[in-house]
């Protein structure tokens, strides 16, 4: 019962977060469609079989349908959803119908109507974005200087020490510390280029990362790259923020907000010397003291030992507690200053994700990575129950994705229709209908076959 529950939970908040995205990329087209004087028949939330919808006064169906991964405006001359022309059809349009047609306008306009779903989806992420940083804060800017390198890390293998200042890394400019935090995140078991200020001299090395367990913003736990060194400011109490269910930790008793103090009489200063410590336990039971109210306690646990196959093939072992601590250093910025940094953090984003991608192409990170539909409920599920600040951030993120996607210059895609229009551009009139139908059924194709790979990808990880 408990997992039905779940189940509706998770597409209950798919279906409503996903609405929302599409409902403004899909009205991204259709304002400067409007605008343009195109006549609008259908607004549609979703694929197949219409469940409601309503007619306006203009006559455009607004309308929610059965299957909900997308959604789309039709036009007035469009043959589908896809907004595929029919050249026939158009020539045999009265002056009239050819004033609110798509097809007929001039590819500036074409070019606005189509790019606009996309660029909606990057307003929307910067939007939030300011409203979250002017409202409850962002995270604070701290130099880049290295406090702490972990004993027998990949860093300290390297030769990275103490007081260094990190200027450079995988050829980015660091200018504070979550530049390089965001170089990490992207890192694949490959040597990275790291150059540092030392003494005012300038030192480079090679750092080949190791990868460790961590939770992502949902709690969940992942393999993520470590390069093992810390600012001072990014060292942060072992106060606890969430405990899995049905985790090691919540099986010992511990609580959200719980204070770790102490693991097997080793002092315990920061959550990263409880991660540390974690990665290098011989999969034994351990004893943990925790302050609860001001009340010092003890439990035991046994962390879950889990396994991952490395890029070489080797099978290894990693333990978990399932456990993760929040951030406290966030700042409360002026309306200024928190779209500004909304806008680099949409180009930060979109970067990463592109790198991802590229990573993906030349064998550095795994296609297992891409998510379907579901692992996409799986995450707006366990968004909504986290609260608010989790959804709108998830809200972002896939906002973001949604429109860098969409301009890939694939058919079928806003980019797809793009890549059309440039060509028509340097050429001086439109591709032949029938090369444009090839290309939608390649581009259908394309689509098809990811999504059915990411489904794969969701079900395995499922397993």
């Not at 606005?112 to 992420?125: H, K, Q, R, T, Y």
């Not at 880049?144 to 972990?150: G, L, Q, T």
């Not at 064998?363 to 996409?376: E, K």
């Not at 129950?385 to 949604?402: A, C, P, Q, Y």
């Amino acid at each position: 019962m408990e997992i039905l529950t779940g189940f509706f939970y998770n597409i209950s908040a798919f279906v409503v977060i996903l609405s929302v995205i599409v409902f403004v990329h899909e009205f991204g087209h259709y304002f400067i469609a409007k605008i343009s004087g195109v006549k609008i028949e259908q607004f549609s939330i979703g694929f197949g079989k219409e469940i409601f919808g309503v007619n306006d006064k203009s006559g455009t169906r607004w309308k929610f349908c059965a299957l909900p991964f997308g959604g789309y405006v039709k036009m007035f001359g469009d043959i589908d959803p896809a907004s595929a022309p029919d050249s026939e059809k158009i020539k045999a349009f009265t002056e009239d119908e050819k004033k609110v047609a798509f097809h007929t306008k001039s590819l500036p306009i074409k070019s606005a109507v189509v790019f606009a779903g996309p660029a909606a989806n990057f307003i929307l992420a910067i939007v939030i974005m300011t409203f979250v940083f002017s409202t409850k804060g962002k995270p604070v800017e701290i130099p880049p200087k290295i406090n702490e390198v972990y004993e027998n890390s990949p860093a300290q293998k390297a030769g990275i020490m103490v007081g260094d200042i990190i200027k450079k890394a995988d050829g980015k400019d660091i200018g504070e510390f979550a530049d390089f935090r965001a170089v990490e995140s992207l890192s694949t078991e490959s040597p990275v280029n790291i150059a540092v200020e030392r003494n005012g001299e300038i030192k480079e090395f090679s750092i080949t990362p190791a990868m460790r367990q961590r939770q992502d913003m949902f709690g969940n736990d992942i393999m993520a790259p470590f390069f093992g060194i810390e600012a001072e400011e990014l060292l942060m109490p072992a106060r606890l923020s969430v405990v899995s269910s049905g985790s090691a930790a919540e099986k010992a008793g511990l609580m959200s907000g719980d204070l770790i103090t102490e693991i097997e009489g080793i002092k315990i200063n920061s959550f990263s010397d409880l991660q540390q410590f974690i990665a290098g336990n011989k999969e034994e039971t351990i004893q943990i003291v925790f302050e609860r109210d001001g009340v010092v306690n003890t439990t035991f646990a046994t962390p879950t030992v889990h396994e991952r196959t490395d890029s070489e093939g080797n099978v290894v072992k990693f333990q978990i507690l399932g456990v993760s601590a929040e951030n406290p250093y966030i700042e409360k910025v002026g309306i200024f200053s928190a779209f500004k940094s909304s806008i680099v953090t949409t180009y930060d984003i979109s970067a990463g994700t592109l790198k991802a991608i590229g990573q993906m192409f030349t064998g550095q990170r795994s296609p297992t990575d891409i998510s379907g539909p579901i692992g996409i409920a799986k995450y707006s599920g366990q968004s909504a129950k986290r609260g608010l600040d989790t959804i709108l951030w998830f809200i972002v993120v896939l906002s973001i994705n949604l429109g860098l996607v969409n301009l890939f210059p694939i058919p079928l895609l806003d980019g797809g229709h793009l890549m059309y229009y440039a060509v028509e551009a340097v050429r001086g009139k439109p591709l032949a209908d029938k090369v444009q139908q090839i290309g939608f059924k390649i581009g259908i194709a394309l689509v098809g076959t990811l999504f059915i790979f990411a489904i794969v990808n969701d079900l395995y990880k499922l397993l």
